[in-house]
């Protein structure tokens, strides 16, 4: 860094300290994007277009998540063996 820039981000540290700047906006987290979801019964719904949202019944994103897991850790462990 030059001594401008380390003169000039000091400067700007000192100002967001005190109040006189906003703080940075964060940066959006990542999406997970859900092609298919695969019921207790064992039926299988597709979700096609980014457009199309599946049916909310209770909280779906969570079993989603929680099969997504599973799914991954049944294949860690035949990839272990």
Same mark, same amino acid.
């Given at each position: 860094?030059?001594?401008? !820039?380390?003169?000039?981000?000091?400067?700007? $540290?000192?100002?967001?300290?005190?109040? $006189?700047?906003?703080?940075?906006?964060?940066?959006?987290?990542? !999406? +997970?994007?859900?092609?298919? *979801? $695969?019921?207790?019964?064992?039926? +299988? *719904?597709?979700?096609?277009? $980014? *457009?199309?949202?599946?049916?909310?019944?209770?909280?779906?994103?969570?079993?989603?998540?929680?099969?997504?897991?599973?799914?991954?850790?049944?294949?860690?462990?035949?990839?272990?063996?």
């Amino acid at each position: 860094m030059t001594v401008k !820039r380390k003169f000039k981000a000091k400067v700007m $540290l000192a100002f967001r300290r005190i109040g $006189l700047l906003c703080k940075r906006s964060p940066e959006p987290a990542p !999406r +997970i994007r859900i092609s298919k *979801t $695969l019921n207790p019964d064992g039926t +299988i *719904t597709e979700h096609g277009k $980014l *457009t199309e949202q599946p049916l909310y019944e209770g909280n779906t994103f969570e079993s989603e998540l929680h099969i997504w897991k599973e799914i991954h850790k049944t294949n860690k462990n035949v990839n272990k063996k």
